[in-house]
């Protein structure tokens, strides 16, 4: 999976509940223009933009006309690919126009159609290419080397072609191929039960707190109220949400084993062994990173058991359960930063990535790439697009004077700088980079962030703070997504060698993985026996494949990288640029490589728990220092 746009969060909430934000009172138009971004350059009026939208609507046309002929000749195989790259690369531009647009203001019906009339034109882009694949595949290597050697031109589709000739022994057959995507309308089904029933249908417990407050327990409520201070309650909240998961435990168990039982039938068709194989194979990545991730987390676990012995400290609380877990550490501090003190702060921030890379950065606050203040109608969150290749890249904020707000824009511009750097010294063919790499320039930019703040405040509230809430990140981020992945393993395991899975198998297995990962047994932190039905609280698992791991392996390349950039500077500044100018021009493990980190060895687990003990050794210190 390519990606060109991020929407990006570490949390597990897979519905963007409210797209538009209402509550600010501001109308765009009273937004002062220098925080807005500027997507003239894109087109200077929507009637551009139709001149480009017919051009493309032509050229579909075009590209159909060669269907059948790639093979004829090495002058023919070449055009049919240099339109279609040429027409990608447009639409692209036209969709990012009428994507911006839109966001703006999500009323505006008119900028709303132009949306869906990109999105149709996509679709049927994606019709018209659909011989692109099969043709080349039904080449034989001979005929397309010989192409190769007569057409110099072609060696912009080099990667392109042999990653497509790659996946040759788990292409089928035209009439199986429409027999697999015909599939589709039925193994989507548990996805779709699990979200009317999850978020509508399963009735939610309804709880009392000690104070005397009723509350409802859906999603939102469990995530607000599994953080309050008084320490029954939280207990409360968890004992009855998961234990109302126990109520249903068959009915999502049979769902998810339904989901997991399409993934085998997927991969077997594809004449795969294992769906691990199948979904890491799209991205040619070894399963030997996800044993590696799994296994190298094992052997630190003991790191993750020392800091629930601190988080025990802190709290003050002998022996810790798993409801203790999201009480925050510390009391929130408050930062203020407005648009142009987060500018300035980051502007120092980055000079660990060099004077090129500040300067990137300092060019996109200059020249508009970046939409800041939040008005009615305007998309919420915040996203960084870089789909279109000749300009720029976009990013969308919406900004509240926080330290919230810095943090997002600084993890928003390590995705700007990639698709920036990517863009420029890729050709478009292989600009767009992969899913497993998306996340390390944001989140380096986070980690130092992070690193500078903690060197700057001055109360021992503020540095607590900012060190809690950073190995509170990798609690959430590193070890429990890949406990997820490990369950998501095992689960698939049972069904590929024909093992029965019900829901209560999922409960055993979900509860075993937690108990060992929180140290239940040597006294880290007390999993209570509710926890067992978590998984089915957990949407990823029936929603996705094999994808959570990469939150775990992107926050800890991440973590490595910026350690590797603050000891040793400029030279692993340079090794990283590999990362952000590579796009897809190799595949994601080679471009790590190439950055500086083997995703096959322990270095990256050992720089990243040396972090992570290195920061409770500060907490420690400050803790010791408080006492006296
Ligand atoms: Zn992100």
Redesign the pocket.
Known sequence: MKVFY????YFLVIIMATQISFAQNKERKDVPEKYKWDNSIIYKSVDEWNKDKEAIQAQIESLKSFQGKMGKNSELFYTTLRIYFDIYKLYYKLSDYAFRTADEDLRISANQSLNQISTTIGTKLGEAASFINPEILSMDAERIKKFFDEKKELSEFKFYISDILRLRAHTLSAREEEILASAGLITSTPSELHSIFYNAEKPNPKIKLSKGEQVELNSAAFNKYRTVQNRKDRELVMRSMFENYKKYQNTFGANLAGKVRGDYFYAKNRKYETVLESSLNSNNIPVSVYENLISQIHKNLPTLHRFLKLKAKMLGIDKLHYYDLYVPLVKSVDFKYNVEEGQKLLLDVFKPMGQEYVSTVKKSFDEKWIDYIPSNGKRSGAY?SGAQYDLHPYILMNWTDDFESVSTLA??L??TMHSYYSNKSQSFVDAQYATFV??IA??INETLLNNYMVNKVKTDEEKLYLLGSYLDLLRTTIFRQTSFAEFEWEIHKKIEKGEPLTGEDMSKIYYDIVKTYYGNDNGACIVDDYIAYEWAHIPHFVNYTYYVYQYSTSLIYATALAEKIVNEGQPAVDKFYNILKGGSSAYPIDLIKKAGLDPLSSEAFDLTMAKMNKVMDQMEEIIKKKKK
């Open positions: 991020n929407i990006c969060s960084s993890h928003e390590g995705h998306a996340e944001s989140t």
